[in-house]
């Protein structure tokens, strides 16, 4: 087997590379501002008031309050705790939680133990290219419902839900509405006030910031419960010592992403999708295209070749992707984003997932694009 040198990174809807502003600033909250941040001393404050400018930073990226910020230990966290405090909390005005069929699996098995606990579930179902419909979601509204929960951006296939009318829905009828954000935020803008959000996941290692880190978005006056008891931490809602150098890495990144990022990854987005269509026949792009499609998603899949052994022979190359999400990824079974959208087994499993990040080069996606094709050209020979 020919020996590869290349390293090309192309799994940025899994996790990034921390962004080496990012790491500088962490670093001094480790080494010189390691106050606890509770502390009333001086150096306590000095941690406090970093992790304060970044709540504020990270607010101001969504139209928020900083006092509307609450920061966990990432997605799943925050997922978990929008609907098991919203449900703990509501119990006396209904059990029903409206959820999409492809939300990212910290929401699917969160209903599940939800399930077991007395909740009743509606799974939205999806069209063939991932959107939520409007009307199904007002179908299922019943008086018995509480929350309704659909996520800004899929992660598997980039689909962008129409959140903005959703929230809008859920206004009309007096409900509660989350939505996770983790592959969206600092991509796709986001207003809590204008989309009519009461509670927003946000994390950091998406947007090339440390991992271990998120943030609940909170609308104030929403009936919620703490998720984590102990200390009067985030004003008695979340108790826990503060990860201060996470909490500022976590503002950094927010500070320094920029809109012309997300524009250049978009170009080489499309200008993959553009020369797989050029070169290669028999394939099929799963989700939607466009400015309705997150700007580093791809998802595709050749006919009659196996996601799998197109990504092993990637990987042995040094380009890596990934066969469907990273937090399911050793699962066997097809993808359950992609089964909902009505797509066959055969098809799914055939998928795979190319994501992109601001430091992807027009040359590491001719590099992938030519790989793609020899590998793809050879296994039908």
């Known amino acids: 087997m020919p020996a590869y ?28 501002i390691y106050g606890n941040a509770s502390s009333i001393h001086r150096i306590g404050i000095k941690a406090s008031l970093g992790i304060e400018n970044a709540r ?13 910020i609450y920061f966990t230990s990432g997605g799943t966290e925050s997922n978990n705790w929008a609907l098991k405090g919203v449900y703990n ?64 951006c899929n992660n598997e296939v980039g689909t962008i839900e129409p959140i903005e009318e959703i929230g809008k829905l859920c206004r009309k009828n007096n409900l509660i509405f989350h939505s996770d954000a983790c592959q969206s935020f600092t991509k796709i803008k ?28 909170i609308k104030k006056g929403t009936p919620i419960e703490p998720f984590m008891h102990g200390g009067g931490h985030e004003n008695g809602q979340r108790a826990g010592t503060y990860n201060s150098p996470a909490i500022v890495g976590f503002g950094k990144a927010v500070e ?17 999708i553009s020369e797989i269509n050029k070169r290669l026949s028999c394939y099929t792009l799963h989700g939607t295209v466009g400015n309705q499609r997150i700007c580093n998603n791809i998802n595709i899949s050749f006919n009659n070749i196996s996601g799998k052994s197109l990504f092993t022979e990637l990987n042995k190359r040094g380009i890596y992707i990934s066969t469907g999400s990273a937090c399911s990824s050793n699962n066997l079974e097809p993808s359950y984003v992609l089964t909902a959208m009505g797509i066959c087994e055969k098809v799914a499993h055939e998928a795979i997932r190319i994501s992109l990040s601001k430091w992807t080069t027009l040359e590491e996606i001719d590099t992938t694009i030519n790989n793609v094709c020899n590998i793809v050209n050879s296994i039908r020979k």
Do not use: C
């Not at 504020?56 to 509307?68: L, Q, R």
């Not at 204008?194 to 947007?207: D, E, R, V, W």
């Open 5 to 32: 040198n290349m390293n090309i990174y192309l799994d940025n809807n899994a996790t990034t590379k921390t962004d080496s502003r990012v790491t500088e600033i962490m670093t001094q909250y480790v080494e010189s």
């Open 56 to 68: 504020n930073i990270i607010a101001s990226k969504i139209n928020a309050f900083p006092e509307e």
């Open 89 to 152: 909390a509501n119990k006396d005005k209904g059990n029903h939680i409206i959820v999409s069929s492809i939300e990212h699996p910290s929401i699917l098995e969160t209903t599940k133990w939800l399930a077991k606990n007395n909740a009743k579930i509606t799974y939205l179902p999806v069209d063939k290219i991932g959107f939520v419909k409007i009307e199904d979601v007002r179908k299922a509204i019943s008086k018995k419902t509480i929350l309704v929960s659909v996520m800004h």
């Open 190 to 217: 986001i207003d809590v006030i204008k989309q009519n959000i009461n509670l927003l996941s946000l994390n950091a290692h998406k947007i090339h910031g440390p991992k271990g880190i998120g943030a609940l978005f």
């Open 256 to 272: 320094i992403a920029k809109e012309q990022e997300n524009t250049n990854i978009k170009n080489m987005r499309d200008y993959f």
